[in-house]
Nanobody
Framework: VQLQASGGGLVQAGGSLRLSCAVSGASARSFSMGWFRQAPKKERQFVAGISWTGTSTYLIDVVRDRFTISRDNSRNSAFLQMDSLRPEDTAIYYC?????????????WGRGTLVTVSS
């Protein structure tokens, strides 16, 4: 299973970005998908997760009103729509997949995509 995240970039505070995660080597339907981030000098942090059906989603409190996680199994992809971005959202964002639920341990990881939010 390979995961490829894309869509990062530089954006001003208040702006938006849409991250994409392409799954290859297996059907995305086999996995719950998640997004994590790691800011400089900080631990990696769970941001959002979505069940394989897409009917259950989870977001951490600090992004719940600003980010949306979704998926399109027909495209073997997951997405993270990020609105009202803040400088503290600056981090490398990673997509991940798990054969369990969105809150379980993730077995597969992609390379990250850098999101930089300027003030």
């Amino acid at each position: 299973v390979q995961l490829q995240a894309s869509g990062g970039g530089l954006v001003q505070a208040g702006g938006s970005l849409r991250l994409s995660c392409a799954v290859s080597g297996a059907s995305a339907r086999s996995f719950s998908m998640g997004w994590f981030r790691q800011a400089p000098k900080k631990e990696r942090q769970f941001v959002a997760g979505i069940s394989w059906t897409g009917t259950s989603t989870y977001l951490i409190d600090v992004v719940r009103d600003r980010f949306t996680i979704s998926r399109d199994n027909s495209r073997n992809s997951a997405f993270l729509q990020m609105d009202s971005l803040r400088p503290e959202d600056t981090a490398i964002y990673y997509c991940a997949a798990t054969t369990g639920g969105p809150g379980d341990e993730y077995q597969y990881w992609g390379r990250g995509t850098l999101v930089t939010v300027s003030s």
